[in-house]
């Protein structure tokens, strides 16, 4: 959040000074040297130590044997996990609707709430919090040495009484908190759903930011023109109209996105959100007009409808994205504030 807060900034400023005449634009030279670090010494705690005694023999020994069993632990609950379709623990591999793990969590959630796994508030961090739970708990049978194996039932439907023989020392105990803390996460997330009214307030959001941000590109005195800051900062309105520009992107797409709408108009919003953005960007080089820059972007989401509306089939419904190229992942991944899927999600 920081870098997009951060690339919002300076992609405001940069188009602005395209809007401002150049003597207005106060210049400030400040030369700062860096002296080079490559050849810095490194701190005491920072040095390689090459002695060695036989002393450490015995040390280890112990760090080895331990090694040996935390692999078996992982070996025996990465069995238990492919049994059901899944791949080994302790890994942030993406998990699809199609997966025996997250249909085994959706048919959970439908017998207690009676809705879908995708209706939920936080829908991947119910996922992610399942996972780590099995992990954990895997973990802690382990340590209390609670053997698995005899069980007529797979890893992930055991609970936390069932894998906890007892003891363990002071590594079971922060394995229990750490369950204990998920539990209560997961309590509550499996029972936030995503219900009707909060869609209809996003959709309110972006009616309210389509009617600012055409007052803010056309006459932004009408919202400021009260302030004492707005009569006595230079280039103040210009910037208010690059912004307003700019809102389709910031607010108005990620605001319909934010219901996650599916079919045609998810596809159109998909476009919009790459689209917006390119053209708030280079629309300034042909014309210094703000409103034709933003009529410019209202065509372009308008025409995103149509193209997925005439474009769209029902077998585009039944992807889930796994096949998109991984430069369209990363794009969608690292630019996506506001459809609600990002929350939470560590795929």
């Known amino acids: 959040m920081v870098q997009f807060k951060a690339t919002i900034i300076v992609t405001t400023l940069a188009t602005t000074a395209a809007f401002t005449p150049p003597s207005s634009i106060i210049r400030q030279n400040r030369h700062t040297s860096i002296a080079p670090l490559q050849n810095a010494k490194k701190p005491f705690f920072a040095e390689e130590i090459t002695d060695a005694t ?150 309110g959001q972006a009616i309210l930011s389509l009617g600012l941000s055409w007052i803010m590109v056309t006459d932004p005195s009408i919202l400021f023109g009260s302030f004492d800051w707005f009569q006595n900062t230079r280039s103040i309105d210009v910037s208010i109209q690059v912004l307003g520009f700019w809102w389709w992107w910031l607010f108005i797409v990620p605001s319909l996105r934010s219901r996650r709408p599916k079919g045609f108009e998810k596809k159109a919003l998909d476009i919009a959100f790459l689209g917006t953005p390119a053209v708030s960007l280079i629309a300034p080089v042909v014309t210094k007009d703000t409103a034709i820059i933003w009529v410019a972007n209202f065509a372009l989401v308008a025409g995103a409808y149509a193209f997925a509306y005439a474009t769209f089939s029902e077998d585009d419904a039944d992807e889930d994205g796994s096949n998109d190229p991984a430069w369209l992942k990363f794009i969608f991944k690292s630019l996506d504030f506001g459809s609600g899927r990002e929350r939470g999600a560590r795929n």
């Open 54 to 203: 036989t002393t450490e023999d015995a040390p280890k020994t112990t760090i080895t044997k331990s090694r040996d069993s935390s692999q078996e632990m992982f070996d025996s609950a990465s069995d238990a996990l492919q049994s059901v379709g899944w791949s080994a623990p302790m890994r942030e591999e993406e998990l699809t609707s199609d997966d025996p793990f997250v249909k085994r969590i959706n048919d959970q959630i439908q017998l207690e709430s009676g809705v879908q796994l995708e209706e939920l508030l936080n829908p991947a961090k119910v996922v992610n919090l399942e996972r780590d739970l099995v992990n954990l708990r895997a973990q802690l049978a382990d340590l209390t040495g609670k053997d698995l194996s005899k069980e007529d039932k797979d890893m992930v439907e055991f609970t936390t009484e069932e894998v906890d023989n007892g003891g363990g020392g002071v590594e079971a105990d922060k394995v229990r908190k750490q369950i204990d803390k998920k539990e209560k996460d997961l309590f509550i997330e499996r029972r936030s759903v995503f219900r009707g009214w909060l869609k209809n307030v996003f959709l």
